[in-house]
T-cell receptor, first 113, second 115 residues
Framework: QQQVKQSPQSLIVQKGGISIINCAYE??????FPWYQQFPGKGPALLIA?????SEKKEGRFTISFNKSAKQFSLHIMDSQPGDSATYFC????????????FGTGTLLAVQP | NAGVTQTPKFRILKIGQSMTLQCAQD?????MYWYRQDPGMGLKLIYY???????DKGEVPNGYNVSRSTTEDFPLRLELAAPSQTSVYFC??????????????FGEGSRLTVL
């Protein structure tokens, strides 16, 4: 019940296309859903995050869509660029705190020029 | 402003050896964390600390120990290295755990191989 299931494991998208990564969870106590981006040889860095009181959050080309009833959330990258090529992790935590994040297994995104 | 600094970046250990992974942050963050990252498994929380002198177990604490004597430093100790501890280890810190300011800042990782 503490798991966050992420798919796909890898994704290839053409430059200018839309990248979509999905995550699902079971624990209804989760109340914070961030996405982290990791470039090769670097640590993850916060990309965007959402709380369950909103259904969508957009920051530039990156959008989180959240479906509370389905217990799913997804990351959409519009106009994908080669510089977006990285590993993306969804995560979740509960109790209004970020100190015990449960991470998904990651999605390796490759944007082809 | 270096952020979160981890040393060493790479290390090879023999089974049964001990070592300490060092982590230091210069952002005056109260909260610090150790994660391990394995292929296809995401990141798993090993230990975390809410301040100097206070530590707690995460998801996968077995085989590891931590201490937090200062706000800046949070070393991770492996006492008897096993092949299952081959992984990339990430240290992270955050100013708080509140949703607004609870962003985790990660170091660049320490790749450990146990043979």
């Amino acid at each position: 019940q503490q798991q966050v299931k992420q798919s796909p494991q890898s994704l290839i998208v053409q430059k200018g296309g839309i990248s979509i990564i999905n995550c699902a969870y079971e624990n209804t106590a989760f109340d914070y859903f961030p996405w982290y981006q990791q470039f090769p040889g670097k640590g993850p860095a916060l990309l965007i995050a959402i709380r369950p009181d909103v259904s969508e959050k957009k920051e530039g080309r990156f959008t989180i869509s959240f479906n509370k009833s389905a217990k799913q959330f997804s990351l959409h990258i519009m106009d994908s660029q080669p510089g977006d090529s990285a590993t993306y992790f969804c995560a979740a935590s509960s109790n209004g705190a970020t100190n015990k994040l449960i991470f998904g297994t990651g999605t390796l995104l490759a944007v082809q020029p | 402003n270096a952020g979160v600094t981890q040393t060493p970046k790479f290390r090879i250990l023999k089974i049964g050896q001990s070592m300490t992974l060092q982590c230091a942050q210069d952002m005056n963050h109260n909260y610090m964390y150790w994660y391990r990252q394995d292929p296809g498994m995401g990141l798993k929380l090993i230990y975390y600390s809410v301040g100097a002198g206070i530590t707690d177990k995460g998801e996968v604490p077995n085989g590891y120990n931590v201490s937090r004597s200062t706000t800046e430093d949070f070393p991770l100790r492996l006492e008897l290295a096993a092949p299952s501890q081959t992984s990339v280890y990430f240290c992270a810190s955050s100013y708080s755990v509140a949703l607004v300011s609870g962003e985790l800042f990660f170091g660049e990782g320490s790749r450990l191989t146990v043979l």
